[in-house]
């Protein structure tokens, strides 16, 4: 580091993203992407407003928030863009920690480093010995509470309805609910949001809506935490969203059909994948979302990640006490799926 970092952030560890190989010889199961391209209705808004690219964005979002409430059946001013949902969960951290964030010991690895860059003192709740989230946990807490759910890694999802009872026990302390991957069988918390002036709702489309590249994502809330958050992001980047990125979400969740499409494929190859590998002897948790946690008894995570990437596939190992044997599987399409499961029979 050079002499001129402040001393704040000389022990800052940042976030590590997966993988990105940058020659096509990899099946890439490693970050999560989405297997299948955008909808065709955001390729051709692409192109149709790429020549309007010599201007600025509208910095305040409006026809990309008219179009999110049409979509989700709320006020356009109960929602706030952002440039991935990582850009939004910062301002969060940045805005709305001030007694603290309490969140899993085993949940979305950049929750620890926002609050290490903030300055945000953390209480970190172990998982049950399954991996899942046990709300008793956090009933007494006064910290802001930060959910992934499904979480992740694990694809563990909760009921929104067992969520409504810790946002409201406590009216005085904000929930937060990253909701990444409800879209493959989870259920959303959004409806809530009227009910609680203490809830919020971050999505993404990187996932689900095939965008990871075009970074997309929004939080649902009361108008008074999105006024909040404006007042965060006009004061960091106010034109946060690219001209692309506004077109390219209005267009994707217009398109619901293929939206739909995407989605069932989805699981039903999760689900038939996961069969594949209970039946070759692996354990897994019960995922609700586009990836398989698992682990197998005749492997360590990491030789099982160092097998597969050596037959060509990348899968995510984290090497973290708790889930050093897991590996967290992508899930891709269904060739790639099936080259997978050929690739573990002839590792095993």
């Known amino acids: ?199 919020l709702v971050v999505q993404t489309f990187s996932k689900s809506r095939n965008l990871a590249g075009g970074r997309v994502a929004f939080a649902a809330g009361n108008r008074a935490l999105i006024d909040d958050l404006n007042r965060i992001k006009f004061s960091f980047h106010p034109y946060n969203m690219s001209r692309l990125s506004q077109c390219a979400g209005i267009a994707a969740v217009g398109d619901r059909s293929y939206f739909m499409e995407c989605t069932s494929k989805i699981q039903v190859t999760r689900d038939k994948t996961a069969k594949e590998l209970k039946a070759l002897g692996f354990e897994m948790t019960e995922s609700k979302a586009n990836f398989l946690f698992a682990r197998h008894p005749s492997l360590t995570g990491f030789e099982l990640y160092t097998k597969l990437r050596e037959k060509g596939v990348l899968v995510r190992h984290f090497g973290t006490s708790r889930i050093e044997d897991y590996v967290r599987i992508t899930v891709g399409s269904e060739n790639e799926m099936e080259a997978l499961v050929e690739a573990v029979k002839a590792i095993l």
């Open 1 to 199: 580091m050079s002499r001129f970092l402040a001393p704040a952030f000389e022990n800052l560890r940042p976030y590590a993203p997966g993988e990105q190989p940058q020659t096509g010889r990899f099946i890439k199961l490693n970050t999560n992407e989405s297997p299948y391209p955008p909808s065709p209705a955001v390729i051709k808004e692409i192109c149709d407003q790429a020549s309007t690219l010599r201007l600025y964005p509208d910095p305040e979002c409006r026809d990309i928030n008219r179009a999110m409430a049409e979509a989700f059946g709320i006020s356009s001013d109960q929602i706030i863009m952002g440039n991935g949902s990582d850009e939004i969960l910062a301002f969060i951290f940045q805005a709305f920690c001030p007694k603290g964030a309490a969140f899993p010991d085993i949940t979305y690895g950049f929750y620890k480093v926002w609050a290490q860059l903030y300055g945000v003192k953390t209480r970190v709740v172990p998982l049950r010995d399954d991996f899942s989230i046990c709300l008793d946990d956090y009933r007494e807490l006064s910290e802001t509470l930060f959910f992934a759910n499904p979480n992740a890694p694990t694809g563990i999802a909760l009921d929104p309805g067992d969520i409504m009872t810790v946002v409201k026990e406590k009216p005085e302390r904000l929930v937060v609910i990253d909701e990444a991957y409800v879209d493959f069988g989870a259920e959303s918390c959004l409806p809530y949001i009227d009910e609680c002036d203490n809830l």
